[in-house]
T-cell receptor
């Protein structure tokens, strides 16, 4: 069973609007959580990485939050742009484990 | 910033031939590199983990004799798809972990991916 669940699977928003993506995980013991943006046909690009002690981290218009108690993370996109259209992937690492657990991703489509 | 380069970015080959994909970390040493494959609209699936100077560790269900991985140096890993068949057509992506940090909180950089089409 996948240890990282993302929702929604896909969403469509209008340019300029905000949206929030969710990531729930069961990976334990938790080490860190990363959000990546993957454009179609390209490799993933890192947006944020958060460890246990971090609750929020921003990267421009992207803001990630982490609640290690409830094992939930969110990625908020502010004032969306057409270039934000991509798949957003949540990746979680366990302590002392080199493997990463990938979410299935959320496909975001921004329309003018 | 750190860059991971993959080559070729796309390749078309005939069934039965072998294809080699290179993954290079351009400005950092990577003790560990990962190889993934990704089918359309699906998440990345880890195929194998490659450590410099040692044999790769393959995920369950991945044929090690079909997907040969060599990690000859701290900046280069190669994936060779041997006797490729149409079902091997996929998007192959590598990632490299920056050696500069201890543990697994080191930054992970992905290559741009290589699109393989087997006719």
């Amino acid at each position: 069973k996948n240890q990282v669940e993302q929702s929604p699977q896909s969403l469509i928003i209008l340019e300029g609007k905000n949206c929030t993506l969710q990531c729930n995980y069961t990976v334990s013991p938790f080490s860190n959580l990363r959000w990546y943006k993957q454009d179609t046909g390209r490799g993933p690009v890192s947006l944020t990485i958060m460890t246990f002690s971090e609750n929020t981290k921003s990267n421009g218009r992207y803001t990630a939050t982490l609640d290690a108690d409830t094992k939930q993370s969110s990625l908020h996109i502010t004032a969306s742009q057409l270039s934000d259209s991509a798949s957003y992937i949540c990746v979680v690492s366990a302590v002392f484990d080199y493997k990463l657990s990938f979410g299935a991703g959320t496909t975001v489509t921004v329309r003018a | 910033g750190a860059v991971v380069s993959q080559h070729p970015s796309w390749v078309i080959c005939k069934s039965g031939t072998s294809v080699k994909i290179e993954c290079r970390s351009l400005d950092f040493q990577a003790t560990t590199m990962f190889w993934y494959r990704q089918f359309p609209k699906q998440s990345l699936m880890l195929m194998a983990t490659s450590n410099e100077g040692s044999k790769a560790t393959y995920e369950q269900g991945v044929e090690k004799d079909k997907f040969l991985i060599n990690h000859a140096s701290l900046t280069l890993s190669t994936l060779t798809v041997t006797s490729a068949h149409p079902e091997d057509s996929s998007f192959y992506i590598c990632s490299a972990r920056w050696r500069g940090r201890a543990g697994n909180t080191g930054e992970l950089f992905f290559g741009e991916g290589s699109r393989l089409t087997v006719l």
